[in-house]
């Protein structure tokens, strides 16, 4: 009996701390997202030579490393949405970074608030378009429109707007911001914080003291990234021929015509960038993301703080660079819809934890309530992660990922795509064009290179895979496209500027 108590007490230790007047005390969560950080961009992963992250590289020493980490759309505002509601994007129908918010939906914050949480908001919000007033769930306030800039921003601080001093670079700022407000914050009161960084996301600007750190790094191709070049594609750094079988036939026409176009590497945002400058620049502004994983982790630990909070970094969505011929994200290759996920909290996981459920974005609301003691709303369709985190290994709910992606007018070169991905098998289906499916052997073929949707070896595979799709996609209201109005002109360059 004594040892099942002392079990007991053991896990309930992992979520709340007991404070010297012998009450409870709800953990604090600190969230860090950045935009557009592949999965395999961190140092300790060793996958980009030269890359240094000594920020990224602590939380998974000291913490856990999500190894399958997914989102459910690789875009800005549809992955940023499914975050806040724990919805996918079919159900909460923020499709694209242009139409305004439902009025409906219930960011997470608020259940954070109403539990006596005090909550902010730093960086990048772009959802809605350009709108960046305050939103329900936070009490402190700092945004900027859209997408905003890298240098000078003007930022909108609980409804006014201040412009920063010249020559501040936007990833310092936010981070100055984030650190003045926790310090100065009730103590008495747990904290909710949401760090939501522009970087790095495209056309890439570095800090100044990291501008050229990586100018000599040697840029090393991806296998599948001429599988679809012509005679007047360039060449670029050195060239890694594929290791394992190739079906040049069915590599999807809309993948071939996209080389040649604003997400394309040979007519990147209409060939007006090097793609080896490109590359180096994209890691040179990640340095400052790492830098402000870094002085959190430190402000977390000078203050006594490390047994009583939690500190999550993660990626929008993932970004291609050269696979199949792209740049950029939206489709469903693994370099677009996984992203980097470390959670480190050490008065709750055990140091070099390394988790290989699978695990999406809509995962992390329940998971975030369930740490501060609030039971899952209805609504939400992710699951909490909670028991996985703190060592508890049970049969976790998610065996497959479920991608979506809808077609945009401002840049229509991608379609419509549908996607299932089990540990092993990928199945990726396109709604509304006339071009082949694909069907991939993910441990035979990870860089996805041999489409095996006509080998009739794997066709009972493709099947199965494709009647769970749509099974998922009629189970949670997704047989319905979500329609926005169009906005904007055209960005593809076949069309441009046209409406």
């Given at each position: 009996m004594l040892r099942f108590l002392l079990l007991l007490i053991l896990s309930f230790s992992c979520l709340l701390v007991v404070s010297q007047s012998g009450k409870t005390k709800p953990m604090?969560?600190?969230?860090?997202?950045?935009?557009?950080?592949?999965?395999?961009?961190?140092?300790?992963?060793?996958?980009?030579?030269?890359?240094?992250?000594?920020?990224?590289?602590?939380?998974?020493?000291?913490?856990?490393?999500?190894?399958?980490?997914?989102?459910?759309?690789?875009?800005?505002?549809?992955?940023?949405?499914?975050?806040?509601?724990?919805?996918?994007?079919?159900k909460h129908t923020v499709v694209d970074n242009e139409a305004a918010l439902p009025k409906n939906l219930i960011f997470f914050p608020t259940y954070l608030q109403q539990k006596g949480y005090q909550t902010a908001f730093m960086g990048k919000w772009h959802m809605g378009n350009a709108d960046d007033q305050p939103q329900p769930g936070f009490d402190q306030w700092i945004s900027f429109r859209g997408q905003g800039v890298y240098y000078d921003p003007e930022l909108n601080i609980n409804g006014n707007r201040v412009k920063q001093p010249a020559g501040s670079y936007v990833t310092d700022i936010l981070t100055g911001y984030a650190l003045d407000w926790m310090t100065s914050r009730k103590k008495d009161k747990p904290f909710f914080l949401y760090l939501s960084h522009k970087g790095v996301h495209a056309e890439f600007r570095p800090a100044k003291r990291h501008d050229g750190k990586y100018k000599d790094l040697p840029i090393v191709c991806p296998p599948s990234m001429?599988?679809?070049?012509?005679?007047?594609?360039?060449?670029?750094?050195?060239?890694?021929?594929?290791?394992?079988?190739?079906?040049?036939?069915?590599?999807?026409?809309?993948?071939?015509n996209q080389r040649y176009s604003w997400h394309g590497v040979d007519h990147m945002y209409h060939g007006e960038i090097r793609f080896d400058d490109f590359y180096r620049r994209y890691l040179e502004t990640l340095l400052a993301v790492d830098e402000s994983i870094q002085k959190v982790l430190d402000w977390v630990t000078t203050q006594g703080l490390q047994n009583n909070t939690m500190v999550v970094y993660m990626g929008d969505n993932g970004f291609s660079f050269g696979e199949h011929g792209l740049i950029d994200k939206r489709h469903a290759y693994e370099e677009s819809m996984r992203v980097p996920m470390l959670v480190w909290a050490p008065g709750m996981i055990k140091p070099h934890s390394v988790l290989e459920e699978n695990i999406m974005n809509v995962d992390l609301a329940p998971t975030f309530l369930e740490i501060a003691g609030i039971q899952k709303p209805a609504q939400m369709q992710g699951y909490s992660f909670v028991d996985l985190l703190s060592g508890k290994r049970h049969e976790w709910q998610r065996k497959k990922i479920f991608y979506e992606y809808y077609w945009e007018?401002?840049?229509?070169?991608?379609?419509?795509?549908?996607?299932?991905?089990?540990?092993?098998?990928?199945?990726?289906?396109?709604?509304?064009?006339?071009?082949?499916?694909?069907?991939?052997d993910l441990q035979a073929d990870p860089y996805e290179m041999n489409n095996l949707i006509r080998d009739s070896t794997y066709r009972a595979t493709g099947l199965e895979l494709r009647a769970e799709l749509f099974n998922w996609l009629q189970e949670t209201g997704g047989m319905q496209i979500p329609l926005k109005k169009a906005a904007g002109s055209r960005s593809d360059n076949l069309y441009r500027q046209t409406y």
């Open positions: 604090n969560i600190i969230f860090i997202l950045a935009d557009d950080h592949r999965y395999d961009a961190m140092g300790f992963m060793k996958k980009m030579k030269g890359l240094e992250t000594p920020g990224m590289d602590r939380m998974a020493s000291e913490g856990a490393h999500i190894k399958n980490a997914f989102v459910s759309t690789a875009l800005c505002s549809p992955s940023r949405a499914s975050i806040l509601t724990g919805q996918y994007a079919h001429y599988l679809t070049a012509t005679d007047s594609s360039k060449t670029y750094g050195t060239v890694t021929p594929p290791q394992t079988k190739v079906n040049y036939k069915d590599i999807p026409k809309w993948v071939r007018s401002a840049f229509p070169q991608t379609p419509t795509t549908f996607a299932i991905r089990s540990d092993r098998y990928k199945y990726i289906y396109y709604n509304g064009i006339w071009d082949i499916n694909e069907l991939y």
